[in-house]
């Protein structure tokens, strides 16, 4: 398995839900990630987890909270989100390096509006 | 702090002609420069990668270039095909074991047929 699978594809929510967001990969790799994308802008990062630990939180708000079960799986939770919240969740994936740098696949995104 | 900034914003050129994305990084500590292509609506996708000890990768139709002197580096696609439209974003690790990337502003590249 080569892919990074999101569900759900699309999330509508008002601003007093709680819902979540999931990824899932099948490659082994040891990092995971969640990036904000807006319109016509490049993908935000919010959080690295590296061999299942956060090692990154790029100064997010706590109405984001990631989670990683295990190595396959990345969860990011999400509670009272502002309008300005909407955006495209990716989640991608790399194999970690100790010679640092290598590619981060990226799952096809959760599409979020929140109203 | 980290920037990574890259030119054009939009570059329209006609089909079978080649096209050029350039980006400058701060930090030269960076060592892993990756490109991403992303259709409309869909994932960023990888397509090719250079790390700092190499100044030239090719894969067919597209090549990457990287001045490490002049922390600059730069996408060529040749014979481009319609199917090449998209946005491209360049991106550069600066910390070294860790797999935080920044990432440029992209570029809309479209192709004329």
């Known amino acids: 398995d080569t892919e990074v699978t999101q569900t759900p594809k699309h999330l509508v929510m008002g601003m007093t839900n709680k819902k979540s967001l999931k990824c899932e990969q099948h490659?082994?790799?040891?990092?995971m990630y969640w990036y904000k994308q807006k319109a016509k802008k490049p993908p935000e990062l919010m959080f690295v987890?590296?061999?299942?630990?956060?090692?990154i939180n790029e100064s997010v708000p706590s109405r984001f909270s990631p989670e990683c079960p295990n190595s396959s799986l990345l969860n990011l939770h999400l509670h009272a989100l502002q309008p300005e919240d909407s955006a495209l969740y990716l989640c991608a994936s790399s194999q970690e390096s100790a010679s640092g740098g290598t590619g981060q696949y990226f799952g096809p995104g959760t599409r979020l509006t929140v109203t | 702090g980290e920037n990574v900034e890259q030119h054009p914003s939009t570059l329209s050129v006609q089909e079978g002609d080649s096209a050029v994305i350039k980006c400058t990084y701060s930090?030269?500590?960076?060592?892993?420069f990756p490109w991403y292509k992303q259709e409309l609506g869909k994932r960023p996708q990888l397509i090719i990668d250079i790390r700092s000890n190499v100044g030239e990768k090719k894969d067919q139709r597209i090549a990457v270039t990287l001045n490490k002197t002049a922390k600059h580096f730069s996408l060529h696609i040749t014979e481009t095909q319609p199917e090449d439209s998209a946005v491209y974003f360049c991106?550069?690790?600066?910390?070294?074991?860790?797999?935080?990337?920044?990432f440029g502003t992209g570029t809309r590249l479209t192709i004329i047929p």
């Open positions: 930090d030269s500590a960076s060592n892993y």
């Open positions: 490659m082994g790799h040891r990092a």
């Open positions: 987890y590296s061999y299942e630990k956060l090692s």
């Open positions: 991106a550069a690790q600066f910390h070294f074991g860790n797999e935080k990337l920044t």
